[in-house]
């Protein structure tokens, strides 16, 4: 189950470094791509206004 990104993300770009398998990509509102996600939590993990969660 691959994690997603609500309308809460600031594009702040926290997340993108910490991926280990480069799922996460740019935008107004940052997207997970889910065939990438391994579901590691990591991006959830460091968010800063907790918009990362499971799907």
């Known amino acids: 189950m691959a994690y997603v990104i609500s309308e809460d993300c600031i594009a702040c ?23 990438a996600c391994t579901d590691c939590g990591t991006c959830a993990d460091v968010c800063p206004t907790e918009a990362i969660h499971p799907a």
């Open 13 to 35: 770009g926290t997340c993108i470094d910490e991926c280990p398998v480069g799922a996460i990509s740019e935008g107004e509102i940052y997207k997970i791509d889910p065939d």
